[in-house]
């Protein structure tokens, strides 16, 4: 089965059979809220918004510019300021909690954690199989905990030292972890994967994956990029480990990948490939990678959890792109902001996107703005000043009964 058809399937199934909600008199009303996290890129703050309202909901000052990402469940955003060796935590005020034929929705105030993770050059954080994990550069530690330990404040961690201090990353898989490992040349790029167990143990041989570098999560599985194709780690049955396979590309021309986003809906992951390309990649099919040529240079994208079948791409002429994964093609672009040249260094200030609901978040440094632009036309319809110099983003949100 070719890779288009399984996706095919996939968006088949989740548009033939949608939950069956229905909202009785007198039940709970339901709601939709959406929160923008924007980090600044001249300094250390980050600057929460209601994304329908504009409104500012907290401005957390930080020691450092902060990269962002955001947990699984939405309830927490971390805030890596590595050359502080600082990570801090903010908890976004929005659960989102499924009880299978609805879902409740708690909005509170957002607040900073009084927990500070520290280390010495601390970057990567992943989620997987209910733990969080935080590779610190300078080490090669491994840092584990439970989001819901950090939002009690009662945070129990577990370190491991699987290996050296590089540039590397971690992924929590059931019992084990999957961990990236150093040439034995502290100056040359990293040269593969291996599992560990939960006291830092290695089992199993290390797989190749040279350079490896960007991480995502798809229904269970964990991808990773490396500069000939890319790693797959799939679960193992009952307890035993993950099992990796390394995928080489073929036939897609210069450039690797090292940026992944991973489908929520249905198994599948989007790269980065080369500077104009990004690459459809579906582990297991026949047509494992499928490359995608942009007008020009890429800046951000992003997918759509929501719309399963939607990406979104910012090329450096200021145009946003809706990458179907079905069927591998670009449907719809529009002009959404000035041009960004991608010439200069890659951690100059350029937009960011993130998809909250029916809307795409495109932070503008130039303006000190986040402008909303609609994912049913690419229109923009409205922007919210947040001043300063917005970088990095992050969405939470959903929908719900409020009690």
């Given at each position: 089965m070719t890779s288009r058809s399984r996706l095919t399937l996939a968006l088949a199934a989740l548009v033939t059979f949608p939950?069956?909600?229905?909202?009785?008199?007198?039940?709970?009303?339901?709601?939709?809220?959406?929160?923008?996290?924007?980090?600044?890129?001249?300094?250390?703050?980050?600057?929460?918004?209601?994304?329908?309202?504009?409104?500012?909901?907290?401005t957390f000052r930080l020691d450092r510019t902060p990269s962002l990402s955001r947990s699984d469940s939405g309830r927490t955003?971390?805030?890596?300021?590595?050359?502080?060796?600082?990570?801090?935590?903010?908890?976004?005020?929005?659960?989102v909690e499924d009880h299978g034929e609805h879902s409740d929705l708690t909005v509170t105030d957002a607040k900073l954690l009084p927990t500070v993770l520290s280390g010495t050059t601390p970057a990567h954080i992943v989620e997987g199989s209910g733990s969080i994990a935080l590779f610190d550069d300078g080490t090669g530690d491994v840092t584990l905990f439970r989001e819901s330990e950090l939002l009690e404040d009662k945070l129990d961690l577990g370190i491991l030292k699987p290996g050296a201090a590089h540039h590397g990353l971690?992924?929590?898989?059931?019992?084990?972890?999957?961990?990236?490992?150093?040439?034995s040349d502290p100056e040359k790029p990293r040269v593969g994967l291996k599992v560990v167990d939960r006291d830092g143990r290695q089992i199993g041989e290390t797989i190749a994956c040279p350079g490896v570098h960007g991480q995502a999560q798809s229904a269970r599985t964990f991808a990773f990029g490396c500069k000939d194709g890319i790693v797959v780690a799939t679960p193992g049955k009952s307890s035993e480990p993950p099992v990796l396979t390394h995928v080489t590309t073929t036939d897609l021309g210069d450039g690797n990948v090292s940026t992944l986003k991973g489908g929520k809906s249905m198994q599948f992951f989007l790269g980065n490939y080369g500077?104009?390309?990004?690459?459809?990649?579906?582990?297991?099919?026949?047509?494992v990678f499928r490359k995608v040529e942009l007008p020009t240079r890429r800046v951000d994208f992003a997918l759509d959890p929501a719309t399963a079948r939607n990406a979104y791409i910012l090329t450096e002429d200021g145009n946003l792109h809706v990458l179907d994964v079905l069927s591998g093609a670009i449907t719809r672009s529009a002009r959404v902001t000035e041009p960004y040249s991608m010439d200069g260094h890659?951690?100059?200030p350029r937009p960011r996107l993130a998809v909250a609901g029916d809307h795409v978040a495109l932070t503008d440094p130039r303006h000190g703005l986040v402008r909303m632009i609609s994912t049913d036309t690419l229109a923009e319809d409205r922007t919210i000043p947040v001043g300063g110099t917005p970088y990095t983003i992050v969405s939470v949100g959903?929908?719900?009964?409020v009690h």
């Amino acid at each position: 089965m070719t890779s288009r058809s399984r996706l095919t399937l996939a968006l088949a199934a989740l548009v033939t059979f949608p939950p069956a909600l229905a909202w009785a008199e007198g039940d709970p009303k339901p709601d939709t809220q959406w929160r923008l996290f924007v980090g600044d890129h001249a300094e250390g703050v980050v600057r929460a918004h209601d994304a329908k309202t504009g409104d500012a909901v907290g401005t957390f000052r930080l020691d450092r510019t902060p990269s962002l990402s955001r947990s699984d469940s939405g309830r927490t955003v971390f805030a890596v300021q590595g050359d502080a060796g600082k990570v801090a935590a903010i908890a976004t005020g929005i659960s989102v909690e499924d009880h299978g034929e609805h879902s409740d929705l708690t909005v509170t105030d957002a607040k900073l954690l009084p927990t500070v993770l520290s280390g010495t050059t601390p970057a990567h954080i992943v989620e997987g199989s209910g733990s969080i994990a935080l590779f610190d550069d300078g080490t090669g530690d491994v840092t584990l905990f439970r989001e819901s330990e950090l939002l009690e404040d009662k945070l129990d961690l577990g370190i491991l030292k699987p290996g050296a201090a590089h540039h590397g990353l971690a992924a929590p898989m059931g019992n084990f972890v999957v961990v990236s490992v150093p040439d034995s040349d502290p100056e040359k790029p990293r040269v593969g994967l291996k599992v560990v167990d939960r006291d830092g143990r290695q089992i199993g041989e290390t797989i190749a994956c040279p350079g490896v570098h960007g991480q995502a999560q798809s229904a269970r599985t964990f991808a990773f990029g490396c500069k000939d194709g890319i790693v797959v780690a799939t679960p193992g049955k009952s307890s035993e480990p993950p099992v990796l396979t390394h995928v080489t590309t073929t036939d897609l021309g210069d450039g690797n990948v090292s940026t992944l986003k991973g489908g929520k809906s249905m198994q599948f992951f989007l790269g980065n490939y080369g500077p104009s390309a990004v690459v459809l990649i579906e582990p297991g099919a026949d047509e494992v990678f499928r490359k995608v040529e942009l007008p020009t240079r890429r800046v951000d994208f992003a997918l759509d959890p929501a719309t399963a079948r939607n990406a979104y791409i910012l090329t450096e002429d200021g145009n946003l792109h809706v990458l179907d994964v079905l069927s591998g093609a670009i449907t719809r672009s529009a002009r959404v902001t000035e041009p960004y040249s991608m010439d200069g260094h890659w951690r100059d200030p350029r937009p960011r996107l993130a998809v909250a609901g029916d809307h795409v978040a495109l932070t503008d440094p130039r303006h000190g703005l986040v402008r909303m632009i609609s994912t049913d036309t690419l229109a923009e319809d409205r922007t919210i000043p947040v001043g300063g110099t917005p970088y990095t983003i992050v969405s939470v949100g959903g929908s719900g009964a409020v009690h």
